[in-house]
């Protein structure tokens, strides 16, 4: 016995991990031995879309308890490989519709006979180990929908609600953090013109009354990012001011404000977030494309008072 199955119960999501990752590896040398260029996290999604035929994205985010941004990335893998299409759905532009291509079906069937094995083999290790194993997860599953270990670890805790992340709509006494913030940003990545002056000297007066909204990430109390939104008048809606405090960085909290960004605009009805970035800002465009946002040649909605943008991105917000 090693020093993890010693812990027990304490390792728990450290044992099932080792378990996935264990059984992840084996699977995608099958493939590959096999001759497939095929993934196993691909496996549930093209499962899904075969027997759906044709199937939403949104619906595949809530049927495989993945986050829209994931299911994305996914969705986005099988298309690049033409094992999947995808199509604007005609009753709502708003919903990506993705069906399997003449490819993607023939693959399905050369992967058949690979797949049954599969299934056969894993059959045969719950038949060596615990028949009920998989009726466990369920049960393990259906406790952490009730109430999430999140949850119950800072009940125990009662830990003090200062100390949390949290996002919370803009108000004057941030004034000061929300023009920190941005102003450290702009100095060490690009510059600070005239337009960002007035916006950052009067923000409820440039974003907020003018059909936006400004939110700020909070961490004990202290203002740590920001971002606005602001409408183009298109059923579109701009994303700006977006930047995090560089103590926070590489904590994945940009991709935790775009998720919070992308909820914020479905609540405002906008169908789309577009954006003015620079082709020199090379983290911040490679995570807009991580949670989907595409370049686009340009905008009419977009003015670039600025003068300093290069890249013109849009994200198309599937309801």
Same mark, same amino acid.
């Given at each position: 016995?090693?020093?993890i199955?010693?812990l027990?119960?304490?390792?728990l999501?450290?044992?099932?991990?080792?378990l996935g990752e264990?059984?992840?590896?084996?699977v995608?040398?099958?493939?590959?031995e096999?001759g497939f260029?095929?993934e196993?996290?691909w496996?549930?999604?093209?499962q899904?879309i075969?027997?759906?035929k044709?199937v939403?994205?949104?619906?595949?985010?809530r049927?495989?308890?993945?986050t829209?941004?994931?299911?994305v990335?996914?969705?986005n893998?099988?298309?690049k490989k033409?094992l999947i299409t995808?199509?604007k759905?005609n009753?709502?532009? +708003?919903?990506? &519709?993705?069906?399997? !291509?003449a490819?993607?079906?023939?693959l399905?069937? %050369? =992967? @058949?006979?690979?797949?049954?094995a599969?299934h056969?083999?894993?059959?045969?290790?719950?038949?060596?180990?615990?028949k009920d194993l998989i009726?466990?997860?369920?049960?393990?599953?259906d406790?952490?929908?009730q109430k999430?270990?999140?949850?119950?670890v800072?009940?125990?805790?009662?830990?003090?609600?200062?100390?949390?992340f949290?996002?919370?709509p803009?108000?004057?006494?941030y004034?000061k953090?929300f023009?920190?913030?941005?102003?450290?940003?702009?100095?060490?990545?690009?510059?600070?013109t005239d337009?960002?002056q007035?916006?950052?000297?009067?923000?409820?007066k440039?974003?907020?009354?003018?059909?936006?909204?400004?939110?700020l990430?909070?961490k004990g109390?202290?203002?740590i990012g920001t971002?606005?939104?602001?409408?183009?008048?298109d059923? +579109?809606?701009? &994303?700006?001011?977006? !930047?995090i405090?560089?103590?926070f960085?590489g904590? %994945? =909290? @940009?991709?935790?404000?775009l998720?919070?960004?992308?909820?914020?605009?479905?609540?405002?009805?906008?169908?789309?977030?577009?954006?003015?970035?620079?082709?020199?800002?090379r983290?911040?465009?490679q995570?807009?494309k991580?949670i989907?946002f595409?370049?686009?040649?340009?905008h009419?909605?977009?003015i670039d008072?600025?003068g300093?943008?290069?890249?013109?991105?849009?994200?198309?917000?599937?309801q």
């Open positions: 016995m090693n020093f199955e010693e027990g119960i304490m390792a999501g450290s044992r099932i991990k080792n264990l059984l992840m590896k084996d995608s040398r099958i493939y590959k096999q260029d095929f196993p996290r496996f549930t999604f093209y899904l075969l027997e759906r044709e939403s994205v949104t619906e595949i985010a049927e495989l308890n993945q829209h941004p994931a299911a990335q996914v969705i893998s099988l298309e033409r995808s199509r759905d009753q709502d532009q +708003r919903k990506r &519709l993705v069906r399997l !291509t490819k993607g079906k023939k399905a069937e %050369k =992967l @058949g006979p690979v797949w049954e599969i056969t083999s894993a059959r045969e290790i719950l038949a060596e180990s615990d009726e466990h997860m369920a049960s393990v599953e406790a952490i929908r999430s270990p999140y949850k119950r800072t009940e125990k805790l009662n830990k003090d609600t200062n100390n949390e949290a996002f919370i803009y108000e004057e006494k004034k953090d023009r920190q913030l941005n102003e450290e940003w702009l100095s060490a990545y690009l510059e600070i337009h960002d007035e916006i950052l000297s009067d923000p409820i440039k974003i907020i009354k003018n059909k936006g909204q400004i939110h990430l909070l109390g202290k203002v971002y606005a939104l602001q409408k183009t008048g059923h +579109r809606c701009e &994303l700006s001011k977006f !930047t405090s560089k103590d960085r904590r %994945k =909290l @940009g991709e935790r404000m998720v919070h960004a992308i909820d914020q605009a479905r609540n405002m009805k906008c169908k789309a977030i577009v954006l003015f970035t620079h082709h020199a800002l983290e911040a465009t995570l807009y991580k989907g595409e370049v686009i040649a340009d009419p909605g977009l008072k600025t300093r943008c290069s890249l013109y991105m849009q994200l198309i917000i599937h």
